[in-house]
């Protein structure tokens, strides 16, 4: 750790050194004037290389007299050769857009701003007209992700409990900002930021460790606005209303948003407030959709802030802020319904304890930016601090009649606190082989609990130290792209002494868990993993990709601690998961054609799935070896400039191995729940431009019936085994340009009221959580920007 830190420090040193070459440089743009970032740009017969900046501009130093030539290259874009000599001092240089149209777009969670063209996996984008579009007829985030082939569908409720990610879980980031709680895993970190102040959402499949911890089936990331900054100001306003069409009485909700955004000289501001509220949420039959982690009559909150400074093109900095909260405030309490026989709805009533919702989710985060560093190396530092709160609801599980309480209110609470050193340095061998080096460290602080609202301790406070070095290589060969990587953790955790919390399972006023006084203690974890992955692009109407991946994650440790048996946290079994996650896949693309597939495998010598104890209904952790398999498909056309139309089909299985022998298929083995597997998805849209002022798109998507597990001697299903059966739901978008500034857009959720029951509400086989989807639903919006 010392040696790397050093060579950093003598690195950054070396800026501040002044040499006397000849220096060409020059703006990359294209056909548009729109600056090219990360192009690449180098001194032909020479090793002389650089990439281009986010304002399209490079620098290089040379030596020779003479002539000399540029060669410029970007995927997407026609290659360029350009002469120059040491006389010349500027250049502006224009590419032509490729015919084949590759992708353009930047993807940056790969903390390498990169075209999908040169990343050896699979990666979704969800652009900013896609947001709008699946948002408008969406409730949340949670459902905005269930659009993309490996999430599983979404579950209607506050918690995301079994929207996994390739069939485990993914790690949420806001701008890089890690949003999940792996230390005690609440999953409540999908719905943690409004949809109106996200330009894209950024989602990278498989197991992974470029950003630490809890990234098992990938990392997903969420893009926040930039500032427009052709305009020294432009707002954005946007107001609209929801409710029920199947009943629209005590179900009008509404909402509104105002954002400022521009640039001044070298000041760069977005600002933005939101107010949602929700009536309640009726099926299709119109019964009142249980309140019970419901996200009906809930108020949410988004206060948004991002402010830069560029001090010259080299230097930066920025500022991001954002509040969110989401507070149930209901009339109705759930009357418990019958699994397979008919739903838990909600009932007038008065409910015991707070709110539930996730009472608050801040995040800061300070940048800098530096560029033209050393070799060309480029430098962003972070700063960022998360602090986090969720409030589940009241339930008798939590009587102790010794201590007086009836009932409780669990909460879990979070902050971390980190900082990343990312830099990035370019280099070229000829015209033919060129890359980068993107290497750095990340330190991180997090500190997470889960207490009941009376006080009471189920989790104590967790206390983590992070700090890792990493180091990623990307060569580009002809129509080669090889990327290669290795990260290592460092992890110390501090646990406090706590005594495990009585628990009443079935209410009958005596405890059957619980009373064990742990002292705490120190755990430690150091773990090396790497990534290999190898693109090949040559061929448009074939471009294949293979790559091997590691991901390092601390299984839900508070989980664990929480049931523990033994005395002292060192004898507790919390030994860390590594999982190993293989993928083959391609990308074709033709004239009006594009089509993506990948086929994996992910495996891992340790488990992370959780059971039930019938006795006591407490979790435990299944730490036997797994194995989740499957395969995406996904085609995307142009039919016609005024219609497009697309479809995708995924497919996800995983097993244990019960007897630890490497054969899956014996009779202790056995399938994995429906919390972590969900049965395959295949969804359609269709998109048709009737005019230049009106569009539509009519999407579905068909969950299929999966049926592996069967129910126990008294007739009932243990968690996460209950049988799943298919539905369909389908989904319109409509939007009408009034005028040049205003817009008006409707959207309608499950369109023919369906009558489902969501996939959770099936897997989880339980009275108290059967609960339906949503009939049919309306949102309309009037959007004005100026």
Known sequence: MKTFLTVTLLLFLLTNTKAQNSIIQGKIVNQDNTPLEGASVLIKNTSKGTYT??????????????KQSLFISYLGYVSKEVEFTDATKLLQIILKKDNFGLDEVLIVSNRDKETINEIPSSVAIITSTKLTEIS????????????????????????????????RKMLVMIDGIPQSTPLRNGSRDINTIDPSVLE?????????????????????????????????????TTIGS?????NTDNTIGSYLSQQFMGKIDKFKYVVSAGFKQTGIFRSAQNEIISPYYGLGETDSYNIFTKIGYDFNENHSIEVMSN????????????????????????VLGGSEGEDQGNRYNRNLQLKYSLSNLFAGSNLDVSLYYQDFKTVYGYSSYFTDNNLGYSGGQSQIESTKKGTRFNFKTPYSINESISGNFVYGLDILNDNTSQTLADGRVWVPETVMNNIAPYLQIKTK????????GVRFENIAINIDDYKTLFIDAYGAGTSLSGGVAVKGGDLKYNATVFNLGLRYNKLKAFQPFASISQSFSISDLGRTLRTAKQNTVGKINSEALIVNNYEVGFTSNFTNINIQGASYISTSKLGSTFIENPNTQEFEVLRQPEKVYGFELQLDSKMTESLHIGASYSYVEGKFDGDANGNYDDAQDGYLGGDRISPSVFRSYIRYQF???????????????????????????????????????????????????TKLAMGIENLFNEDYYTMPSQWRGRSNAYNKGNGTNFNISLSIQL
């Open 200 to 236: 894209r959402i950024e989602i990278i499949k498989g197991a992974t460790s470029i950003y630490g911890n809890g990234a098992d089936g990938g990392i997903v990331n969420y893009i926040t606005k930039r500032p427009d900054e052709n305009k020294k100001f432009s707002s954005a």
């Open 242 to 246: 929801t409710g029920s069409l199947v």
């Open 477 to 484: 060969y002809k129509d080669f792209v090889f990327k290669g």
């Open 136 to 167: 408008q007829s969406s409730n949340v985030i949670a459902d905005v992700l269930a659009n993309i082939p490996g999430v599983s569908l979404s579950n209607n409720t506050t918690s995301n409990t079994g929207q996994t990610l390739r069939g």
């Open 691 to 741: 005019s230049s002022k009106w569009k539509a798109k009519l999407s579905s998507a068909f969950s299929g019936s999966r049926n592996r597990f069967e129910p126990g001697s008294n007739g009932a299903y243990s968690y996460g085994k209950g049988r799943v059966t298919n539905f369909t739901t389908t989904n319109l978008y409509s939007s009408y340009q009034l005028t040049p500034t």
């Open 53 to 66: 900046n986010a304002k399209g501009k490079f620098k290089i130093k040379h030596l020779a007299k003479g």
């Open 323 to 346: 509040y969110y909260s989401s507070n149930q405030n209901s009339n109705y309490i759930e009357k418990i319904g019958k699994y397979e026989s008919y739903p838990a709805v909600g």
